[in-house]
């Protein structure tokens, strides 16, 4: 593998950028596993530093921009540790609100590996690529990695672990749908849903929904970037679905706004396993997006629902954003 990243940090913050011993040791400490020969530093008036490590297999280098806010990376190997590794562990100490990189691969010559385009699996052997105007946020969590792009068509986009999750041109369609056959009761459950938006639209119909979302991080970026997130006065409980309790749920319409739909053997065995925790439940009904009309996957979630007592109905709209009809389902007994 030989593989070049060059990225720019901006918004990082200034503690850490503008202390010297701080930012070498991120440096540091992101190079972990690397085989570092050599490390020098060169400081300047007033401020800002340039960091060069020699690497066995290439180089590493870092600019500072104190005064900006700014990092500027660049690391070439050769060796079995992807470049990428380095620039994430970095980007996870400094906190930076904007990441914009770009990845070449230097096996023959110099090819774009990645410049930051979101690509996205619609179906088998179908991919669609999204390219931002500008990214705003770009950062792993505990759990996922989260970005937040501007779109030219779209506007702001929500993409989790490289899949959409909302845009703000068209959410209030998909929300339109999941609220279509909705029908009040004594409370409201959203498993999923940091984002916020459909938490606001049940509170707008007067109802204040339980969230249940486990990755803070994704509730405080759309806080931040689309004004909805943890911003809107829901009940917020930052825990995994998977240890909600079926009598919690009882009495209750449960929205499944989860990442993605499963399709790999993974997410497919937490669906099962939250399925046979509702299926525990006495009197709820369920609504969900179960994916698009041309993958049949949509079907899991129908028959496994089914499988387990419950009667099913199925709708489908076309949402711009995801560049498919997408297929939503309710579900009782």
């Not at 918004?11 to 400490?29: A, H, L, M, T």
């Not at 041109?169 to 959203?190: H, T």
């Not at 009882?250 to 499944?256: D, I, K, N, Q």
């Given at each position: 593998?030989?593989?070049?990243?060059?990225?720019?940090?901006?918004?990082?913050?200034?503690?850490?950028?503008?202390?010297?011993?701080?930012?070498i040791?991120?440096?540091?400490?992101?190079?972990?596993g690397?085989?570092?020969?050599?490390?020098?530093?060169?400081?300047?008036?007033?401020?800002?530093?340039?960091?060069?490590?020699?690497?066995?297999?290439?180089?590493a280098?870092?600019?500072?921009?104190?005064?900006?806010?700014?990092?500027?990376?660049?690391?070439?190997?050769?060796?079995?540790l992807?470049?990428?590794?380095?620039?994430?562990?970095?980007v996870?100490?400094?906190?930076?609100?904007?990441?914009?990189?770009?990845?070449?691969?230097?096996?023959?010559g110099?090819?774009?590996?990645?410049?930051?385009?979101?690509?996205?699996?619609?179906?088998?052997?179908?991919?669609?690529?999204?390219?931002p105007?500008?990214?705003l946020?770009?950062?792993?969590s505990?759990?996922?990695?989260?970005?937040?792009?501007?779109?030219?068509?779209?506007?702001?986009?929500?993409?989790?672990?490289?899949?959409?999750?909302?845009?703000?041109?068209?959410?209030?369609?998909?929300?339109?749908?999941?609220?279509?056959?909705?029908?009040?009761?004594?409370?409201c459950?959203?498993?999923?849903?940091?984002?916020?938006?459909?938490?606001?639209?049940?509170?707008?119909?007067?109802?204040?929904?339980?969230?249940?979302?486990?990755?803070?991080?994704?509730?405080?970026?759309?806080?931040?970037?689309?004004?909805?997130?943890?911003?809107?006065?829901?009940?917020?409980?930052?825990?995994?679905?998977?240890?909600?309790?079926?009598?919690?749920?009882?009495?209750?319409?449960?929205?499944?706004?989860?990442?993605?739909?499963?399709?790999?053997?993974?997410?497919?065995?937490?669906?099962?396993q939250l399925?046979?925790?509702?299926?525990?439940?006495?009197?709820?009904?369920v609504?969900?997006?179960?994916?698009?009309?041309?993958?049949?996957?949509?079907?899991?979630?129908?028959?496994?629902?089914?499988?387990?007592?419950?009667?099913?109905?199925?709708?489908?709209?076309f949402?711009?954003?995801?560049?498919?009809?997408?297929?939503?389902?309710?579900?009782?007994?």
């Amino acid at each position: 593998m030989k593989e070049q990243v060059v990225a720019e940090l901006s918004g990082c913050e200034p503690s850490i950028v503008g202390d010297k011993e701080k930012i070498i040791k991120v440096f540091r400490e992101a190079l972990v596993g690397f085989s570092v020969e050599e490390i020098f530093v060169k400081e300047f008036s007033p401020y800002g530093l340039t960091v060069v490590a020699v690497l066995g297999t290439s180089h590493a280098v870092m600019h500072t921009y104190p005064e900006l806010g700014k990092v500027l990376l660049d690391i070439f190997v050769c060796g079995e540790l992807p470049p990428s590794l380095f620039v994430g562990r970095f980007v996870q100490e400094v906190c930076p609100k904007h990441v914009v990189s770009l990845a070449l691969n230097r096996e023959e010559g110099i090819t774009v590996k990645s410049d930051d385009t979101f690509e996205v699996k619609v179906l088998p052997g179908l991919k669609v690529s999204y390219q931002p105007y500008k990214v705003l946020y770009s950062n792993r969590s505990q759990f996922q990695q989260i970005d937040v792009i501007e779109h030219k068509t779209f506007g702001k986009m929500l993409f989790l672990d490289g899949s959409v999750q909302l845009a703000e041109s068209d959410i209030s369609q998909y929300n339109e749908e999941l609220l279509r056959y909705f029908s009040p009761k004594k409370k409201c459950v959203i498993f999923g849903g940091g984002d916020g938006f459909l938490a606001d639209d049940l509170i707008k119909l007067g109802v204040v929904p339980i969230v249940y979302e486990i990755d803070k991080e994704v509730a405080d970026v759309c806080r931040t970037f689309f004004g909805k997130g943890n911003a809107v006065k829901a009940d917020w409980r930052y825990q995994d679905c998977l240890k909600v309790e079926p009598d919690e749920l009882e009495e209750s319409v449960l929205f499944l706004d989860l990442t993605d739909i499963p399709i790999g053997s993974e997410t497919r065995i937490f669906l099962f396993q939250l399925l046979d925790k509702i299926g525990k439940v006495k009197d709820i009904e369920v609504i969900a997006y179960a994916g698009n009309i041309l993958d049949k996957t949509f079907r899991v979630l129908i028959d496994e629902l089914r499988r387990r007592g419950f009667e099913t109905m199925s709708w489908e709209r076309f949402i711009p954003s995801y560049l498919t009809i997408c297929v939503f389902v309710k579900a009782w007994r």
